[in-house]
């Protein structure tokens, strides 16, 4: 076993975490967008981890950095080396969200912990196995081949950790099952005996549900006509589509907690944007149904959903038809943490259970190093 290093950038906050011995030694997470904010407290966790590591005689073996990237190259677990940065520069225009933060990281890494190798653990290694009918566009084969355009997914480290936890939560094992990550980031993903065959997410991650500030899949046409009747060009239409899109879009603001307060006080922009999110979730989990042929248990995951039951309430309120139905006073109680939420009896099971990508992505890159 090995002293592995976590860094996990997101879009307004990074984790990060030391794994010694496959044992969770100490977390932290540095909010805040700006990188003078970022810089400053990076430089306070280095200097926090090398006298831990020297306390216990310990030298650091790896360091993991989540990437999130379209790709087929990106879709594996891998040692970063210039090769791997130059691609996923190339690819940047696809995640304005993530990859400058990710190739900050990177050099912030290098800089602080000279010699130590870097690994890139993939976001959508868990949607590899979806198959072709689902992984496809409607384009031709010669032409995905050679631009390399595929539905890759994402939130694939969150998912797969639930999936690994499922079985402990519920009691049983459950054959289909559908994985909700409602974050900053929102997706829904069918899992069948225990692989990805279907997710929301595709060829990047702005795809797919609308989010916080990203749009989710829309008309092609009506991206055509705004970047015609705004002079937009290919990256400001990639910034318009990630920045202002979804509940930005739509109620003026990505947060949902500062959205359900308002809805509440009779805001009407709020109000609509949650209806508007909740419809398009609840036909999502439809769609996985029908992937699945069926559905034996429901787990919701990701920061939002975790800690807001009157949002997994609204996120739920047209499923009953699946048998996908809320006990409310269970669901009131389990804030925060990982719990069950079906009435006694029910055939569906619904859980909640906090994401754990930081134990997946230490987990990743153990079985590279020994592998």
């Known amino acids: 076993m090995h002293t592995i290093l976590v860094i996990n950038p997101g879009s307004t906050s990074v984790k990060y975490a030391l794994f010694c011995d496959g044992q969770l030694f100490f977390s932290t997470t540095i909010d805040g967008e700006g990188r003078g904010d970022r810089s400053a407290s990076f430089a306070v966790l280095v200097t926090e981890v090398k006298e831990f590591l020297r306390s216990k005689n310990r030298t650091l073996d790896a360091i993991a950095i989540r990437v999130l990237a379209p790709g087929t190259r990106f879709q594996r677990h891998q040692v970063i080396d210039q090769v791997f940065l130059t691609l996923l520069k190339d690819r940047e225009l696809s995640a304005p969200l993530h990859i400058p933060k990710v190739l900050h990281a990177v050099k912030a890494a290098k800089e602080a912990f000279v010699g130590v190798p870097l690994y890139a653990v993939s976001d959508s290694t868990f949607h590899a196995t979806m198959p072709p009918v689902a992984r496809e566009y409607s384009l031709s084969h010669e032409e995905t081949a050679r631009l390399d355009i595929h539905r890759f997914g994402y939130h694939g480290l969150s998912v797969s950790s639930v999936v690994h936890r499922a ?34 997410g595709g060829f990047g991650p702005v795809s797919g549900l609308p989010m916080g500030s990203r749009a989710g899949d829309i008309d092609a046409g009506v991206l055509l006509e705004v970047m015609e009747k705004t002079n937009l060009r290919p990256k400001d239409a990639s910034l318009y589509l990630h920045h202002s899109g979804g509940l930005t879009g739509l109620g003026g603001n990505e947060d949902i907690r500062l959205l359900l307060d308002k809805k509440a006080h009779g805001d009407v922009a709020s109000k609509f944007a949650l209806e508007h999110f909740s419809y398009h979730f609840q036909k999502a989990v439809g769609s996985a149904a029908v992937a699945l042929e069926g559905v034996d248990a429901l787990i919701f995951t990701g920061t939002a959903v975790v800690r807001s039951a009157e949002l997994r309430a609204l996120l739920t309120n047209r499923l009953a038809h699946l048998g996908i139905v809320l006990d409310m006073d269970k669901n009131d ?12 009896g029910q055939d569906v099971k619904v859980g909640v259970m906090p994401s754990e990508e930081m134990w997946e992505m230490a987990k990743a890159v153990e079985s590279v190093i020994t592998n």
Request: net charge positive; with cysteine.
């Open 333 to 344: 109680v389990v804030v925060g943490k990982a719990g069950i939420l079906h009435p006694s």
């Open 167 to 200: 079985h402990a939560l519920l009691g049983e094992k459950s054959e289909r099952l559908i994985v909700c990550h409602v974050g900053g980031g929102v997706s829904v993903t069918a899992v069948k005996s225990g692989i990805s065959i279907e997710t929301t």
